[in-house]
């Protein structure tokens, strides 16, 4: 609300009210000032002072209709006789009047009519943008003493109408301006929180909707991935209700890679199920992007193991810890730790309490702890360890002449070794029940070619548990039914030899093959192979030493190069 001074209501009140710019004053013929005019400018005595003033308006049409209609407000124009004396009633006159002609001739054209005080208005907000500049000109033309204008806050912009006249013009043009702007960003701001805000049931539509959320999930329960997903894009309410995990779970069990076991264990119960099974899809699919997280100069037998956010990976003697970056299909180049110790290659490693346990092809056991400088070494075989495993403090050690040891992974009774086990030949692959039995309970097979060694071995539960190696195969063992043979077997369509394995503990199997790097997916409920990878070319050609893999991703660990297969961004 804008507030002249006192008195200059009364003053302006036989005149009609309009808001625009006020009169300049003009020098007469003589000098003097000329006197007021009647809802115009003033005039002074000679001919030249009206021919100023003519072209003094017609720049201001120029300016206005440039500006679409710049009817700002300025100070009315004060003059006085022949005397040259303020005549302040005359002057605030002029000034009420001087604005009515202003303002009707805002828009561009010339006029002495004032109009109704919603055009008024809509002429104020329009005229904000010009107003300043044509109320700086008055201001700075005329000779007048200045008049302070005040705001009054509180109060409604067109409760007195009657005050708008002078520089008040010009406030309320702005205050209209910011009136709009900030109903404008009031209104953004609301339907911003709307979208934030979780969607209510509607309170109208079919009948589905006004069932309760109870029943409505039994009935979502029997529908497939595509129907709800169907279903989701309805409403946003069917959108939240259709990603409960609820519904998802059963999906999730029957896809690939989803992270749940066969018993129906969640080993990521942090990640939405949903989330779980459209990545999932892709691994059916075979969609994935291929990548190279590591290489090497010169040719290696690598072995890895993941843990969190870290990738353990051997490279001749040493073991070297990288921090995968949040992306998981990249490295962070410089390495987290380095373990070494052994004075011949790793052969192979594995992570356990802490701890990092290590076979090397100088016969030797390493045990370092990850989080610190912690390091024993101990001479376990007479020839080179071809696989270690670690399991409720117990080490069981593998080589190649022909036995398998059991040692403790106490600090006090490291090197000491409390079993040997004789066998008929090298022992390339190990691993411990988890019921950590420690005796030779059975053979598993008969029959096996010459040759037909397993190269890795691991168990899924007590009773279960999948072999591969020279003889092209892969078979699963159930020891409840028969230790004479395998439950369920998929051959290598090319006759390759089968160097490691990886499960999901559900449908999902891997193999790594020994020619071109070829990496296989298998679902276990199919007896064909799912998709094919070859990471190498032919002058390039390598075997697949070691391979593991996430729920988002998949790395080979090859002769040169460590391989990635994003399966999460495609």
């Known amino acids: 609300m804008v507030s002249p001074p006192p008195g200059a209501a009364a003053a302006a009140a036989p005149a009609r009210l309009c808001v625009g710019p006020g009169p300049r004053p003009l020098m007469g013929s003589q000098g003097h000032p000329g006197p007021p005019g009647n809802c115009g400018p003033g005039e002074g005595e000679g001919g030249e002072a009206r021919k100023l003033q003519e072209g003094r308006v017609a720049r201001g049409k120029r300016r206005k209709g440039k500006g679409k209609g710049k009817a700002g407000a300025g100070q009315g124009g004060r003059g006085s006789g022949a005397e040259g004396n303020p005549g302040p009633q005359k002057a605030k006159e002029a000034a009420g009047l001087g604005a009515e002609a202003g303002a009707s001739a805002g828009p561009g054209e010339e006029g002495e009519g004032c109009g109704s005080v919603e ?8 005229g904000d943008a010009g107003s300043a500049g044509a109320g700086k000109e008055a201001r700075g033309r005329g ?6 204008w005040r705001v009054r806050p509180g109060r409604r912009e067109d409760a007195r109408p009657g005050r708008a006249q002078g520089r008040g013009g010009q406030a309320w043009g702005c205050i209209a301006g910011a009136g709009a702007a900030g109903e404008a960003m009031a209104a953004a701001t ?10 209510g049931r509607p309170a109208a539509g079919p009948a589905l909707l006004r069932l309760p959320e109870e029943l409505l999930l039994l009935i979502c329960s029997y529908l497939d991935m595509r129907a709800l997903g169907r279903l989701a894009q309805v409403c946003r309410w069917l959108r939240r209700f259709t990603s409960c995990d609820l519904l998802w779970r059963r999906i999730a069990r029957a896809s690939l890679n989803s992270g749940f076991t066969r018993l129906g264990t969640d080993l990521m119960a942090n990640v939405p199920v949903k989330e779980r099974v459209k990545v999932s899809q892709n691994w059916r699919l075979g969609r994935c992007r291929e990548g190279i997280l590591l290489k090497w100069r010169c040719s290696q037998m690598p072995w890895m193991q993941l843990e969190g956010d870290s990738l353990y990976i051997s490279q001749a003697n040493f073991i070297l810890a990288y921090q995968f970056r949040p992306d998981g299909a990249s490295l962070n180049r410089r390495p987290l730790g380095v373990f070494a110790g052994h004075d011949e290659d790793v052969c192979h490693f594995v992570l356990a309490n802490s701890h990092i346990i290590s076979a090397g092809g100088d016969g030797k056991i390493g045990v370092h702890k990850i989080h610190s400088t912690f390091t024993v070494k101990y001479l376990a075989h007479e020839q080179e360890v071809n696989c ?60 096996f070619p010459p040759g037909a060694g397993v190269l890795d071995v691991m168990y899924e539960s007590p009773s279960t548990l999948l072999s591969c190696g020279y003889d092209t195969y892969v078979r699963y063992w159930d020891l409840r039914a028969s230790v004479r043979k395998c439950v369920m077997e998929w051959e290598e369509p090319h006759d390759s030899t089968l160097y490691c394995l990886q499960t999901d503990g559900n449908h999902l199997l891997a193999t790594g093959s020994s020619y071109y790097g070829v990496v296989r997916l298998w679902d276990r409920r199919q007896r064909a192979c799912l998709h094919a990878f070859p990471l190498t070319s032919t002058p390039l050609s390598s075997p697949v030493y070691c391979l593991r893999f996430t729920t988002k991703h998949l790395y080979a660990a090859l002769s040169y190069n460590l391989h990635v297969l994003d399966f999460q961004n495609p």
């Open 143 to 148: 000779d007048g003493k200045k008049e302070e």
């Open 190 to 199: 609301e339907e911003e929180a709307a979208a934030r805000e979780p969607a």
């Open 119 to 126: 055009e008024r208005e809509r002429r104020i907000v329009r």
């Open 388 to 447: 270690v495993d670690c399991r409720g403090g117990i080490i069981v050690s593998g080589s190649r002449d022909r036995t398998a040891k059991v040692w403790p992974l106490a600090s006090g009774r490291l090197g000491q070794c409390l079993h040997t086990i004789q066998t008929e030949d090298r022992v390339w692959s190990i691993a411990i029940n988890p019921l950590l039995s420690g005796q030779l309970m059975m053979h598993l097979g008969s029959d």
